[in-house]
């Protein structure tokens, strides 16, 4: 069996009782000693704390101070409009095959001379090939495996890291600018993937211990395992990478058109065009075969990844399968997302799923399943 390896708070995880499984090749605390719904709710009434060091960070800079150059490059492999990404902003995007399907969802920001991306676990390697085969070699791309990630999300996260630095208070959803926290040099986004306010830490390994004790100390901060980080996520509508996201489903398949900026939509000659562009723009237009949507079971047994979705309940006709599901601890019910061939999607408010033997009733109902509290 492969080794797995551990992030920089594998022992802090472990003192604070996790159960660990293994995720992406890492060994992942999945919950603590209160469990995932009692994480997840805390997370929604005060501060969770995660530690995402699993995930990749890559710095992708110019060898020849060209940064109008390397914008033309990411801009070929991603839909986003780099130019118009103001400094010390962020954006969340997607590096695109040629044939329209995802590689991987990502954040990127603009950090003066660099742009900084943090990319998903399992995708991160493939993820920086992608970018050293595509990038020509006038740039340089760094897998910075010498920093960790930590996530704080939650109503409290402000007042938490506020208390440290005043000049948190003053960020906005997805700024990223780089701050001290009690002397520890850090680089700090306002976001994160719950549907709470809430932020992202990126620090050197060598200071991570000094910080993680900083951060909970006098606050009512609680560690959080990947359990309840996959219920908030699906409480926001927010699509897992390699469910919601493969790189056989288009972003206007995931129902993710907003990430195709306006700029990049133009298909005159002059224009930039990124991979799987054609195909992309063409579902833009025209419409995708299969679409993204949220469903709310009638009744109590959770939709679960890779349930079969029929249009009738006798299981005649097939038109979609759940991409993720489980239990909302906010709604106290089931809630899965599923994708389901478009064309029956109007006036279409009913679909049944298989659970097990049964074929089970659920209601098509609009994303995200909660309402988001982001500081705009």
């Known amino acids: 069996m492969e080794d797995l390896k551990k992030t920089n708070l594998y022992d802090f995880h472990k003192n604070n009782g996790a159960k660990f499984v293994p995720f992406a090749g890492y060994s992942m605390p999945v919950q603590y000693k209160n469990g995932v719904i009692s994480e997840h709710l805390h997370t929604r009434s005060k501060a969770g704390f995660f530690d995402v060091s699993h995930m990749g960070q890559i ?76 990038i ?87 560690p959080i395992g990947l359990g309840a980080r996959d219920s908030l996520r699906l409480e926001a509508g927010l699509c897992l990478y390699g469910n ?25 000659a002059s224009n930039i065009k990124f991979l799987g562009n054609t195909k992309i723009l063409n579902q833009l237009e025209k419409g995708p075969i299969y679409l993204r949507i949220g469903l709310l079971p009638v009744e109590k047994a959770p939709m679960r990844t890779g349930s079969i979705i029929y249009l009738d309940n006798e299981g005649d006709t097939e038109i979609g399968i759940v991409t993720s599901g489980g239990f909302s601890p906010t709604l106290n019910k089931p809630i899965s997302m599923g994708r389901i061939q478009s064309e029956y999607l109007e006036d279409l408010e009913k679909v049944y799923v298989k659970v097990r033997d049964k074929i089970l009733p659920a209601i098509i109902t609009k994303l995200p399943f909660i309402k988001t509290k982001y500081k705009i």
């Open 244 to 268: 919601d996201l493969t790189s056989d489903i288009t972003p206007v398949e995931a129902n993710l058109n907003w990430v195709i900026h306006k700029r990049r939509r133009n298909q005159s």
């Open 136 to 222: 020509s070699q006038d740039f340089n791309i760094e897998l910075e495996e010498n920093k960790s990630l930590l996530a704080i999300q939650g109503p409290q996260s402000e007042d938490i890291l506020t208390a440290i630095n005043s000049n948190i208070k003053t960020m906005k959803f997805m700024d990223s600018i780089d701050i001290s926290l009690a002397d520890i040099d850090c680089s700090i986004s306002r976001s994160g993937y719950t549907g709470e306010d809430g932020f992202e830490i990126s620090v050197h390994n060598k200071n991570i211990l000094q910080l993680v004790e900083i951060l909970f100390k006098k606050s009512e901060l609680l």
């Open 59 to 134: 710095k992708i800079w110019s060898k020849n101070n060209e940064k109008e150059k390397l914008i033309q490059e990411l801009e070929r492999l991603m839909p986003c409009d780099l130019y118009n990404l103001k400094e010390n902003r962020q954006t969340y995007s997607l590096l695109t095959n040629s044939n329209g399907g995802v590689i991987d969802d990502l954040m990127i920001a603009n950090k003066d001379f660099y742009f900084q991306l943090i990319v998903n676990a399992s995708q991160k390697m493939t993820d920086y090939q992608h970018l050293k085969d595509n």
